[in-house]
């Protein structure tokens, strides 16, 4: 069975929008979504959560990667995508490699 994934954001790096800095929206949360992280470390993290989650982070780093972004341009992830609970990654731009 074949899966059609249509995802579309708003280009938010500085260089595409001419502002100063750059930046990410995040509109495509509908407030089901589960995430959590385990390990880190001396152990090889483990990300868990169900599929709302897991589509929401795919999409979170398809939007990074497939922007403009500078090197070191970074974006916390919290558990659950909810802002007060703890902070369980961050994802990073490196196009120094």
């Known amino acids: 069975m074949k899966k059609k994934l249509i995802f579309e954001f708003e280009e938010g790096s500085a260089k595409s929008t001419g502002q100063r800095w750059d930046g990410m929206t995040t509109d495509f949360y509908s407030g089901d979504e589960v995430l959590q992280v385990s390990g880190g470390g001396d152990t090889v993290p483990f990300v868990s959560g169900n599929s709302a989650g897991l589509v929401a ?32 990654m961050v994802i990073g731009v490196n196009s120094s490699n």
């Open 57 to 88: 982070l795919g999409k979170s780093l398809i939007q990074i990667g497939m922007s403009d972004y500078r090197n070191g341009y970074h974006v916390h992830i919290y558990e659950d995508f909810i802002a007060d609970k703890p902070e369980i």
